[in-house]
């Protein structure tokens, strides 16, 4: 039983939108939806579990070496600080958003759904390096390399040891709890746009939204993450970016990527019914089976929304950036820990540049000498002659 409070509260989270206001009378006849974006959903948990099974059980499974630079004092400091902030905080986050609501009320709210959720988008955080390598990340923190080489097609450069390294420990639970706080932060940027512009449209608010999170996004990674030594875009298109030419300099097409994904996770929870729920859960109560199944369906949902928010906004657009790419910063070059030993000094392998063909798996390479190497056992196609009449 709810009374004026209840409704009070609920109003200051979500927000109904047409269509999912009508949930309540409409989702009642079918159940259609929701099954539809479930099924999505365990088909992508099913792939990224396959592809992290195979990473773990093979040769890729190893570390990324950080080279003969040294990260300076300051950096590693900063970084074994930041990987304790985010280590520490993640089992604060299951505590408040899972198991707190959880005792209260005996059900997984939203919020302990997109934890679990925003989590699991860890998966794709390489994905923008799916053609070419423009993004590293610092090798001297903590890595098993990536599981990129277990993706079909990949096309990027991979070798055990010499790959796309994910620092394990910060991005795993950093994706988690991370992702879900800046999305409630968009949601109350939202609710206090609403306030001040009670006619905006909902478009309007959205865009209200994607301003917010690129100027966010430039303060977190292009003036703290970047400088501070985690990751890093050197294939960059400078005369796009901010501080060209550092091994910080940050795309401005970054922030707008990053602003739709977060646009459409600010949409999915603040949007809602009058039940709290989201437009992808339409036709939950319809779901037979028990509790477990309908949580597991409302899950999976959930899930493949989040999914495709990252894929279509940001891993989508950022293979045509990355096909453009400039060349990578000898700031970047010269830091080794930077470099994933993909390329540089005593790999054989020039790094990323327009004037070099872009390598592929099984393809040949431009070496310093400028000479092509093929791979083992390759050999050049031969011109055939065209047909000439007699």
């Known amino acids: 039983m709810s009374g004026p409070l209840d409704r009070k509260k609920a109003a200051t989270v979500t927000e109904e939108i047409g269509g999912v206001a009508s949930l309540g009378a409409k989702a009642q006849s079918t159940s259609k939806p929701v099954r539809i974006w479930a099924i999505v959903g365990g088909l992508i948990l099913a792939f990224q579990v396959y592809v992290w099974i195979r990473w773990v059980s093979g040769p890729f499974f190893v570390r990324v070496p950080t080279g003969p630079s040294d990260p300076p004092t ?29 005792r209260r009320e005996r059900r997984i709210t939203l919020d302990g759904m997109l934890l679990v959720a925003c989590g699991l988008l860890f998966f794709q955080d390489p994905l923008l390096n799916y053609f070419n390598t423009w993004s590293t990340y610092n090798t001297w923190m903590f890595n098993r390399g990536s599981w990129v080489a277990h993706i079909p097609g990949w096309r990027s450069y991979a070798e055990p040891g010499q790959m796309m390294a994910e620092p394990l420990l910060m991005n795993a639970a950093g994706y988690s709890y991370g992702v879900l706080l800046c999305t409630i932060l968009g949601c109350w940027i939202m609710r206090r746009a609403k306030s001040k512009w009670p006619n905006i449209s909902n478009l309007g608010l959205i865009g209200v939204l994607i301003v917010w999170t690129f100027f966010f996004d430039l303060v977190i990674e292009g003036l703290f993450l970047m ?29 707008l990527m990053w602003g739709g994904v977060q646009a459409g996770l600010c949409a999915l929870r603040y949007y809602t019914d009058d039940r709290g729920r989201s437009f992808v859960e339409r036709g939950l109560e319809r779901i037979q089976g028990g509790a477990v199944k309908q949580q597991a369906t409302r899950f999976l949902a959930i899930f493949a929304a989040c999914s495709l928010f990252f894929f279509v906004f940001y891993n989508l657009p950022a293979q045509w950036f ?42 040949g390479y431009i070496n310093p000498e400028g000479r092509l190497v093929l791979p083992d056992g390759a050999e050049l196609p031969e011109v055939v002659p065209f047909e000439r009449g007699n």
């Open 74 to 102: 300051w950096m590693k400091t900063i970084l074994i600080t930041w990987t304790a902030v985010i280590l520490v905080g993640w089992p604060i986050g299951v505590y408040y958003f899972i198991i707190r609501p959880w």
């Open 322 to 363: 990355a096909m453009h790419a400039d060349p990578w910063p000898e700031d970047v070059q010269k830091r080794s820990y930077f470099d994933m030993g993909i390329c540089g000094e005593g790999t054989g392998r020039l790094c990323p540049d327009p004037v070099l063909p872009i390598p592929g798996k099984n393809t």
């Open 227 to 255: 400088p501070m030594g985690l990751f890093t875009y050197p294939g960059a298109i400078r005369s796009l970016s901010i501080n060209a030419g550092t091994y910080y300099q940050w795309p401005i097409y970054e922030g």
